[in-house]
Nanobody, 123 residues
Framework: QVQLVESGGGSVQAGGSLKLSCEASTFDALYKMAWFRQAPGKEREAVAGLYLSNDETSYMESVKGRSTIFQDKVRRTLNLQIDRLKVEDSGVYYC?????????????????WGKGTLVTISS
């Protein structure tokens, strides 16, 4: 079992930046990790993901070019930096991980989840 704990959420004005961190109890055996978010009344959506073995990353279209996902193997953290924040970036951000190969885009394919951290962007 892998425990994931998110941090870094909060209230930020549009145009600002935020760095979210997810600490994992272990990186051993993990194949992929990702950030998802869920706004009130909306479906959970994939934001950015990373394959731990080769640092290959990908991003949802709306954050591409203004966000960076990266791992810190020493601290066992998965980090997500988002710049030029928009009101529509608001939501609960969840960290997810899986020991299995395959795409990280599908929430059902991630077996470990954190409890989430709330991000509120004001205009």
């Amino acid at each position: 079992q892998v425990q994931l704990v998110e941090s870094g959420g909060g209230s930020v004005q549009a145009g600002g930046s935020l760095k979210l961190s997810c600490e994992a109890s272990t990186f051993d055996a993990l194949y992929k990790m990702a950030w998802f978010r869920q706004a009130p009344g909306k479906e959970r959506e994939a934001v950015a993901g990373l394959y731990l073995s080769n640092d290959e990353t990908s991003y949802m279209e709306s954050v591409k070019g203004r966000s960076t996902i990266f791992q810190d193997k020493v601290r066992r953290t998965l980090n997500l930096q988002i710049d030029r924040l928009k009101v529509e970036d608001s939501g609960v951000y969840y960290c997810a991980a899986s020991i299995y190969s395959g795409s990280w885009w599908i929430a059902a394919g991630m077996e470990f989840w954190g409890k989430g951290t709330l991000v509120t962007i004001s205009s």
